[in-house]
């Protein structure tokens, strides 16, 4: 089975800059999720849906994060404007169900965002 | 407030000796427990999980454990190889109330070295 894709891998922007991921999650799940790992810490879930609803988006900065995922498959997650402290690799993740027991998450490989 | 956590920031073993992995967590609601693993440059991959019912669960040379009284889970790896040099981090897993989706909150991770 085709993993989940994320694209870019690696983006270099200036502050104030806008600027766009993609994801594909693995065909049939439901779910997909958009972490942001800041370096030494632990992925931070920014905005989760099921199917093309959202779930949780509490953590997302919505003055400046927007997050869409179209007829329930692929997914962009947005920034306008970046600030420095958006520096972080940017992980998209989906499972089969809805979560919880024998529904892990599975992620992509990321993107690596660097705001200077 | 940091609901799950990895207080080991990095751990040295020795090739063929028993690798083991702490995490803590406050919420009582946690009921599904993962652990990742993750290369440097790739995203976090699922290694095993275990359900709040059951106290340990094992897959080949990794086993988990869970004290729930203790709010504690560990991750044993026997024996440790060089390949399993990476960051491993914990996840738990919450029910939203009603909707029947779950939320993951990951720990800081562990980052494990095992030398040849």
């Known amino acids: 089975e085709a993993g989940v894709a994320q694209s870019p891998r690696y983006k270099i922007i200036e502050k104030r800059q806008s600027v766009a991921f993609w994801c594909n999650p693995i065909?049939?799940?439901?779910?997909l999720y958009w972490y942001q790992q800041i370096l030494g810490q632990g992925p931070k879930l920014l905005i989760q849906?099921?199917?093309?609803?959202?779930?949780?988006d509490s953590q997302l900065p919505k003055d400046r994060f927007s997050a869409e995922r179209l007829k329930g498959v692929d997914s962009t997650l947005k920034i306008q404007p970046a600030k420095l402290e958006d520096s972080a690799v940017y992980l998209c993740?989906?499972?089969?169900?809805?979560?919880?027991?024998?529904?892990?998450?599975?992620f992509g490989n990321g993107t690596r965002l660097t705001v200077t | 407030d940091q609901q799950v956590k990895q207080n080991s920031p990095s751990l040295s073993v020795q090739e063929g000796r028993i690798s083991i992995l702490n995490c803590d967590y406050t919420?009582?609601?946690?009921?599904?427990f993962l652990w990742y693993k993750k290369y440097p440059a790739e995203g976090p991959t699922f290694l095993i999980s275990?359900?709040?019912?059951?106290d340990k669960n094992e897959d080949g040379r990794f086993t988990v454990f869970l004290n729930k009284s203790a709010k504690h889970l560990s991750l044993h790896i026997v024996p440790s190889q060089p390949g399993d040099s990476a960051v491993y981090f914990c996840?738990?897993?919450?029910?939203?109330?009603?909707?029947?989706?779950?939320?993951?909150?990951f720990g800081t991770g562990t980052r494990l070295k095992v030398l040849a």
């Open positions: 993740a989906s499972s089969l169900g809805t979560g919880g027991r024998n529904s892990p998450l599975h």
């Open positions: 065909s049939g799940h439901a779910t």
């Open positions: 849906f099921q199917n093309n609803g959202v779930v949780d």
């Open positions: 919420n009582s609601m946690f009921d599904y």
């Open positions: 275990i359900s709040s019912i059951k």
């Open positions: 996840a738990a897993s919450e029910g939203f109330l009603g909707s029947g989706t779950y939320k993951y909150i």
